[in-house]
């Protein structure tokens, strides 16, 4: 028997095959097919910065015109009593996700502005989440502003956040820093449990009808997770903090590879969203016999093999293979 068991953000999950943030990971219908269909945890669609905002001051605007005595005038603004916000509505699906499935939930923040965020975070740990994954998918397009600027504003969000709550909070990170494996530490030493690496900036498009930004969102392929590869492999052993692989994961191929290199899960998404749930099944089934045929007893025992040998060679990866990879063009 195969022990497809690993430890993430100091849970212990039955498999390495999470389902990330996505419409899938919203509904009660389709969290129950992803359980049944083997995920061992699940990472709820983000809370976005920017709706609770809007509900912050909708909420102040009717508090104001109320205590003014307009309140007949502006009675079209919602009443507080009766009114469910987007945050009533992701604490609600928490606690009912938590009592319909046996997984752990583990919710997720947008943005990247602490203001209300510390409050929110409290919430999302009382009502039951057993970790908080932080997506903060900014874009510095500020040319005035530094690489530690950036750097500092997530710090600085995850420093306020882990003095307010105690579940583990681990931050979902993109590719775009000038020192991925620094960055990484730093957050390991403002007390983040984990890393999720990395995240996919959706590039918008221009509309050559209108000459407007249009929003664009193309699923990932398996080209993406070898970016992830490289880069779960050369900070394994130099950092000690969990490590989620995310973007690009398809194939069970894809996963090993991520596993191999010492990612303690990998995050699914596209690929559920085009297979459907039930291919979390094939995927373990399919990583239960490659670790069977190489003669591995567990996910622990594989898990990391590969970055090992990197720490020995870690030219593999870094630039030395860059000329002979150039070079081989044409000769395959
Ligand atoms: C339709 C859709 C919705 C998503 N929503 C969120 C979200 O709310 N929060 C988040 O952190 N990531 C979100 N993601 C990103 C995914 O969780 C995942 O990190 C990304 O798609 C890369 O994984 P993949 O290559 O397996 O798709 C979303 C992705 C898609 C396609």
């Not at 005038?73 to 987007?86: G, K, L, R, T």
């Not at 699906?93 to 943005?111: E, H, M, T, Y």
């Not at 567990?298 to 590969?306: L, P, W, Y």
Request: with cysteine; charged share 20%; hydrophobic share 40%.
């Amino acid at each position: 028997m195969i022990d497809l068991s690993t430890e993430y953000l100091g849970l212990k999950l039955a498999n390495p095959l999470v389902p990330s943030s996505s419409p899938l990971t919203g509904e009660l219908d389709s969290v129950k097919q992803l359980e049944d269909a083997g995920a061992s945890a699940l990472i709820l669609p983000s809370l976005f910065e920017e709706t609770i905002e809007h509900e912050q001051k909708q909420l102040e605007q009717f508090v104001h015109s109320q205590a003014l005595g307009f309140y007949e005038a502006d009675s079209y603004q919602p009443i507080p009593e009766e009114y469910d916000s987007e945050l009533d509505n992701y604490l609600d699906r928490i606690q009912q996700f938590k009592s319909s499935l046996d997984i752990p939930v583990i919710a997720s923040l947008n943005g990247i502005s602490t203001s209300g965020w510390i409050d929110t975070g409290k919430e999302l740990e009382q009502a039951g989440a057993d970790a908080l994954e932080l997506n903060v998918y900014y874009i510095a397009g500020d040319p005035n502003m530094s690489a530690e600027d950036v750097e500092n504003r997530y710090l600085q969000l995850l420093a306020d956040l882990r003095e307010h709550i105690t579940i583990p909070v681990t931050m979902k990170l993109s590719s775009q820093f000038s020192s991925v494996g620094n960055m990484v530490l730093k957050l390991q030493q403002a007390g983040a449990k984990g890393v999720s690496l990395f995240n996919r900036f959706y590039q918008p498009d221009i509309d050559l009808e209108t000459l407007r930004i249009k929003p664009h969102l193309e699923l990932s392929s398996s080209m993406e997770s070898l970016l992830r590869i490289r880069w779960i492999a050369l900070i394994r052993g130099r950092v000690d903090l969990s490590i989620a692989a995310t973007g690009g994961f398809h194939d069970t191929d894809d996963v090993i590879k991520a596993l191999l290199v010492g990612a303690d899960i990998t995050h699914l998404c596209s690929v559920l969203l085009q297979k459907g749930p039930q291919h979390i099944t094939v995927i373990k089934q399919e990583l239960e016999s490659w670790l069977e045929e190489n003669e591995y007893d567990s996910v622990a025992q594989m898990k990391g093999s590969v970055s090992q040998q990197c720490a020995i060679n870690p030219a593999a990866l870094e630039h030395s293979n860059y000329m002979d990879v150039i070079k081989s063009y044409g000769q395959l």
